[in-house]
Nanobody
Framework: QVQLVESGGGLVQAGGSLKLSCTAS????????MGWFRQYPGKGRELVAT???????TYADSVKGRFTISRDNAKNTLYLQMNSLKPEDTAVYYC??????????????WGQGTQVTVSS
């Protein structure tokens, strides 16, 4: 069973920055596509960003130019740098592993989520 542990969430003012981290227990971390999702209260999870095993990235239109996904394979850690945060970015953020090289379909494993709150 793969475990994904997120950290770095918190409260920040609009215009500020946060960096989320997700550490995976899986030794084959570098082989797989990873992603960040977020969930608003009463809504389903929406894709924020993905990064394939070869470095290809995708972003939701709402975060392009503000968020950056990255990974450190030596540390089995995925990151999400969030800049110019807006109140509408307030959500629970989840790290996910697709357990395949390309990010498509539903991820197989999920972290427990970390709350990000942006005040206006």
């Amino acid at each position: 069973q793969v475990q994904l542990v997120e950290s770095g969430g918190g409260l920040v003012q609009a215009g500020g920055s946060l960096k989320l981290s997700c550490t995976a227990s899986e030794y084959t971390f570098s082989y797989y596509a990873m992603g960040w999702f977020r969930q608003y209260p009463g809504k389903g999870r929406e894709l924020v960003a993905t990064r394939n095993w070869n470095g290809d990235e995708t972003y939701a239109d709402s975060v392009k130019g503000r968020f950056t996904i990255s990974r450190d394979n030596a540390k089995n850690t995925l990151y999400l740098q969030m800049n110019s945060l807006k109140p509408e970015d307030t959500a629970v953020y989840y790290c996910a592993s697709y357990e395949r090289r390309q990010a498509y379909g539903t991820p197989r494993y999920w972290g427990q989520g970390t709350q990000v709150t942006v005040s206006s």
